[in-house]
């Protein structure tokens, strides 16, 4: 599989392979002589496999408990003060090893820790591999949201080795389909017959090729890099109305459902374009039905971090079946949920 080069002010690769044969092709990204490894309960077992690349180093195990409740500031300070304790310096790096909480922790911890030190992100859940892994947001949830304090910071290089796939649960997996659905509207790259089959390393590579096309145009999310956010303004709203109960690739699907029906009034399009982007969006068989109101949903949409004065720019789906983003206000939006 050929690496992916994602060209930020900083650039990196990122590989997917089908086992950790290549991993000590990325050990000289890691400079200095200690490596931190983060974790949680879950995949804390996973720690051996990259402990056995890495004897040359001293290594810090770091393990979270499970669960995105444990994304939050008594985690982050817990790790620098690990960091500390182990006497790191800017030249150290931490490796995370996890899915996308882990990931969004370790790389807000570490790009805090001193300003910032080194950072290789080792993706273990589909979500992390196709998306979260890729781009250099990090963040921790604070009291009055989710992903509310975070940076803009790019790993060293990212692993992606897909045999983490096999233990994955049946909901992680479909958490992860519900990004990798997205990127059918991003890209013509991804087709019908690709969503129909398995997570593949192809399909997998396909999606980060597509993310890290956006990210380099757009690295802190001024313009293009919002396509990105595809089915994830209702998703969000959805997400937090539902508990956080519903996971967050189970809510993209939903909120690309609601966003499908949205762009067919806004563009005015016809009855074969609805039956093929459903085809799309219903491929791996989510439940698309939304439990909350228009209202309910609008009152979460006044408060995400990403609408601003009178409205959102949403994502739209065009006649074309890729993404578009339009500004449009909060009456413009109920309107077309009618
Ligand atoms: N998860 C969307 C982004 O990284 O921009």
Request: glycine share 10%; charged share 20%; proline share 4%.
């Amino acid at each position: 599989m050929p690496d992916i080069i994602v060209r930020t002010h900083k650039s990196y690769t990122v590989q997917v392979q089908q086992d950790m044969g290549a991993f000590p092709t990325v050990l000289p990204l890691l400079k200095g002589p200690n490596v931190a490894i983060v974790c949680d309960d879950n995949v804390a077992p996973y720690f051996d496999v990259l402990a056995a690349y890495l004897g040359e180093k001293t290594l810090t195990k770091i393990v979270i408990p499970a669960g995105e409740a444990h994304k939050n500031a008594t985690e982050y300070l817990s790790i620098l003060n690990t960091l500390a304790a182990a006497h790191f310096t800017r030249d150290d790096a931490v490796i995370s090893l996890g899915g996308g909480v882990v990931g969004d922790l370790a790389a807000f911890a570490a790009s805090t820790y001193m300003r910032g030190i080194g950072l290789l992100a080792v993706p273990t859940s589909l979500l992390a591999m196709v998306d979260s892994a890729v781009g250099g947001k990090t963040a921790i949830n604070i009291e009055y949201g989710k992903n509310l304090c975070g940076t803009f910071y790019q790993p060293d290089g990212v692993y992606v080795n897909t045999a983490f796939l096999v233990t994955l649960p049946r909901r992680e997996q479909m958490c992860g389909w519900g990004e990798i659905i997205k990127y059918a509207f991003l890209s013509h790259t991804i087709t019908l017959a690709d969503l129909e089959g398995d997570a593949t390393p192809t399909l997998i590579a396909k999606c980060i090729a597509i993310k890290a096309r956006l990210v380099a145009e757009d690295e802190t999310e001024k313009g293009k890099r919002k396509l990105l956010n595809l089915g994830h303004t209702i998703g969000h709203a959805i997400e937090r109305l539902s508990g956080f109960a519903l996971s967050h690739g189970e809510c993209v699907a939903k909120g690309l459902a609601a966003v499908v029906g949205m762009s067919r009034r806004y563009y005015g399009l016809d009855e074969e374009w609805y039956r093929r982007a459903m085809a799309i969006v219903s491929c791996k068989g989510h439940d698309l039905t939304c439990p909350y109101g228009i209202e309910e949903i609008m009152a979460q949409l006044t408060a995400d971090k990403k609408s601003h004065q009178g409205g959102v720019d949403m994502v739209l789906i065009d006649a074309d079946l890729q993404g578009r983003i339009v500004p449009l206000s909060y009456d413009e939006i109920r309107n077309l949920m009618l």
